[in-house]
């Protein structure tokens, strides 16, 4: 039987005590059936990333990997937020896994669209994108704000696909290069299409959430949408610049006007005109401001340099505290991580 590639499916998590005791057995019998079907092999794993949950989410994931082997969990020291959750997971699993699968856990990502991927890396493709073919679950509002995103990206000269969020496959290969994308802001979606590679799109309907509630309010979802915009296009500074020196030009015109109107006398007392030129200008002016400010502070924070997330707990560890084990019972347990690093063959590909 020819060897097949070791799965790891990452999940980032927060808040998440109502929700994952219904979605982990989806994603251990997705794996189980994609086992059973021989796509990938028996050595495949689910890596829950706890995002420093102030619940019991990291109590639920302990007690799922101590229960089956094939569920593992790490836990980052504080919450990152969900882009920095799925970086931890990824650069976690590129070691130990051939490919990862990066999934929300809340359910609304259909695990069934997993076969398509695989079958899709299987046939040459590095980077396999999830795209949402209909967003009938999502608000109205979420639905409109996230299509005008999609458009101004595109507008903006930024590659990313359509509908597609953060459910994709990513081969181990891409994730080598991509860990030398060493920026603090990230926005993964935008950046794995820099990465190049072969890549191919499978589509599936979005659910809605299983239980409990989203955790992108209007504000972390424009904070998400900014740093989007701002960590791949630099055109809004240059659209500054343009509409900086059309302005200029008509201020030049207007200036010679206002000289011409003077010497020859006609000059009367335009109040009116004066405070709109006033105030039209002053707000371009702090508009203008506030965008390059924006790059301007990204690039502050990108010079210190500052880790993206620091994981302090994995369940086939312990803490990182001696006394613990030299005084507890099962001291010297095996750390060796829970997978076999590519032991077995090099995997092949159907067509390849
Ligand atoms: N999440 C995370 N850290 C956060 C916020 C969210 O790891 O700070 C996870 C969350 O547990 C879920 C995924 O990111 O698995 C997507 O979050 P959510 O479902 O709340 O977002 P939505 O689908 O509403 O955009
Ligand atoms: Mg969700």
Partial sequence: MPARPILWIVIPC????????????????????????????????????????????????TALAREDERYLGISQSRN?????????????????????????????????????????????????????????????????????????????????????????LVSSLVLRHFADFEEVNIFLRGMFPLVGFKSS???????????????YPLKKMAALALNGITDLSVKPINLIAGIGLVISLLGLAGAIWAVVEALLGNT?????????ILCVLGGIQLVSLGVIGQYVGKTYLETKRRPRYIISERTWEKGGRRWIEETSDDAGEDRTPPSPTHTEKPHERKSL
Avoid at 21 to 42: H, N, Q, V, Y
């Fill in 14 to 61: 927060y808040n998440e005590e109502k929700v994952l005791p219904i979605t982990a057995p989806l994603f251990r019998d997705k794996l189980l059936s994609l086992i059973g079907g021989e796509k990938i092999s028996p050595s495949s794993r689910v890596l829950f990333v706890n995002d420093g949950s102030s619940d019991r989410t990291w109590e639920i994931i």
């Fill in 80 to 168: 990152r937020g969900h882009q920095n959750a799925v970086l931890a997971g990824l650069m976690e699993a590129k070691d130990h896994a051939d490919i990862t699968i990066s999934i929300d856990c809340d359910g609304q990502d259909d695990v069934n669209a997993m076969d398509a991927m695989v079958d899709a890396y299987l046939d040459g493709s590095e980077v396999v994108y999830g795209v949402r073919s209909s967003r009938e679950t999502d608000s109205f509002f979420k639905r409109t704000t996230a299509h005008a995103f999609y458009r101004m990206m595109r507008g903006l000269d930024a590659e990313v696909v359509y509908d597609h969020a953060d459910y994709r």
């Fill in 201 to 215: 799109c499978v589509y599936y309907e979005r659910a809605r959430r299983v239980a409990g509630k989203s955790h």
């Fill in 268 to 276: 009367v007392a335009g109040w009116a005109s004066t405070v709109c």
